[in-house]
């Protein structure tokens, strides 16, 4: 009993931890409205691509798994010369 009491709680932390960043209910946010590429997330909160990439890590590991299935172009690919990410 005190073991899922245990797992209930740190599952909580990982929870609120995810949620009280600025910049993570931004991006929760915007996904709400659809998918998204990470170059239009990049430019609309004025942040890099690796600080982006920590924030969707962090709302990933707390179990928000669209994360990843909602923003286009988070997993390495090759684009031809006439692609961008965001054409």
Known sequence: MAVAAHDRTERAIELFHALS???????IELLRKGERCVCELTDT??????????HLRVLKDAGFEEVETLVSGMKPRVLSRSESCCA
């Open 21 to 27: 960043d600025e910049t993570r209910l931004e991006i």
């Open 45 to 54: 909160l004025d942040a890099a691509q690796s600080r982006l990439s920590f």
